[in-house]
């Protein structure tokens, strides 16, 4: 019987087991991503021994640098811990620092093939790169430390083909929402992104579809092995790595296809995204304070650059606070030398470092009690952002500066004309 991705790259992590939905399977991770939060009192616990030090990342992310006492005592510990075992990767304040999966994608450190975990939920978002990513919770983070260990339950899988070209203001992030309100939740699934369209995806499109899997819950979410991919991860990482493809054959509980060029800009209601999406023309005119830009999801170059040019030479809408946080250093500085950075300064946005920031809750771009924000982050639950009584509206980057433009919830096509990945 024919094989998945998923079930190929956990197979082969555990022995050469040939691996069925159902299965319990104890792997071999090939890297480990600890981040700030996992050195707080509430989840760390003493680590006396690192499995493989060479097999493990340090990103301080998601509270950066540290706003509070609470999180300069995790950092602190953090560093002790880098110190003591001799961890080589480790991205601290001003040394190429980010958001973990963005820092992961900057510097390729998913490898085809292999097998990735960290704290954090988003962790799907290396299945861009054909590795299959996923999120695991604070003790499970101690075992694969130590033990160089972690298991699944193999999922079923979804194979989406993806077909066509996107049109002119429309970007994988109208894709996932599209998939949220049409197919709902994938829980305990994995999902599997292939077909004709992948050569006209950029990376950051497709780390976009992945990333925003979590949302779906999904188990792992990954993109069949082209060029495209490997390319970026050649010309950022030497290391010796074997892509992984579906078997012609392999069994799946669906394929479905979506034609991106049926896709239009939709938006996601507050509280929810699953089952709760309509086109952006359906919440148009809704008034906002607040339009925030960033996120492991959208905190990328293209990102940046679709928002400048949608407010190139326009103001941000009077009483409308329009915030963009990079996704990396890497990404910030590329942005600032291609102007993005000026031109979205002068248009009355703020630019923060590069930090999970207001996607997190945590700072920079809380939202106060009755304010509605849009947000091209990755979540709209009721106190996600801030306060409970705030309104948060997800949609694509180009909705959201479009909106801070007008000052209420507006389409993106008066404002782009061409395409946009």
């Given at each position: ?32 991503v600890?981040?700030d ?33 609470e ?42 093939g292999?097998?990735?975990v960290?704290?954090d ?96 819950s999904?188990?792992f ?9 490997l ?46 999406t ?35 030479g ?62 091209s ?45």
């Open positions: 019987m024919g094989k998945t991705i998923v079930e190929k790259i956990l197979g082969r992590a555990a022995g050469g087991r040939d691996l069925s939905p159902g299965d319990i399977a104890v792997v071999d991770i090939d890297l480990t600890l981040i939060t996992d050195f707080f009192p509430s989840n760390w616990r003493n680590v006396h021994r690192v499995a493989n030090p060479a097999k493990v990342v340090v990103v301080f992310d998601h509270r950066m640098p540290a706003p509070d006492r999180t300069a005592e995790a950092h602190v510990r953090g560093r002790e811990f880098v110190r003591r075992f001799g961890i080589e990767r480790f991205h601290d304040v001003g040394r190429n620092q980010g958001i973990s999966h963005v820092v992961v994608a900057d510097n390729a450190y998913a490898l085809p292999t097998i990735m960290c704290e939920s988003h962790t799907c978002s290396a299945g861009a790169f054909n590795c299959a990513g996923r999120g695991i919770g604070g003790p499970d983070m101690i075992y694969a430390v130590t033990t160089g260990k972690t298991w699944f339950c193999v999922g079923e899988t979804i194979r989406y083909e993806l077909r066509g070209r996107l049109g002119a203001a429309v970007s994988t992030k109208d894709v996932f929402l599209h998939m949220a309100g049409h197919f709902g939740d994938h829980t305990n699934q994995n999902l599997e992104f292939g077909g004709d369209a992948l050569p006209h995806l950029s990376m950051d499109a497709r780390r976009t579809l992945t990333t925003m899997g979590a949302e779906l999904c188990e979410a990954i993109f069949d092995a082209d060029d495209v991919l390319d970026h991860v050649r010309q950022r990482n030497p290391a010796a790595f074997e892509p992984v493809l579906p078997d012609a054959d392999a069994t799946y509980r669906e394929r479905r296809v979506i034609d991106l060029d049926r896709i239009e800009p939709l938006l996601a209601l507050p509280d929810a995204m699953v089952n709760n309509v086109p952006v023309l359906a919440g148009a005119g809704e008034r906002i304070d607040q339009g925030f830009i960033g996120s492991c999801a959208n905190g990328t170059l293209e990102d940046i650059a679709v928002a400048a040019k949608v407010v190139a326009r103001r941000v809408a009077a009483g409308v606070r329009l915030i963009v946080t990079p996704g990396s250093e890497r990404i910030y500085r590329q942005a600032v030398r291609a102007g993005y950075v000026l031109a979205l300064m002068e248009a009355g946005a703020i630019i923060t470092n590069a930090t999970c920031g207001a996607c997190a809750g945590g700072h920079l771009g809380v939202l106060g009690p009755g304010e509605t924000c849009i947000t982050s990755t979540r709209n639950y009721k106190g996600r952002m801030g306060a409970d009584s705030a309104r948060i509206f997800l949609a694509s980057t180009a909705t959201v500066a479009a909106s801070a433009v007008a000052g209420v919830i507006t389409h993106p096509g008066e404002f782009l004309s061409e395409a946009v990945e």
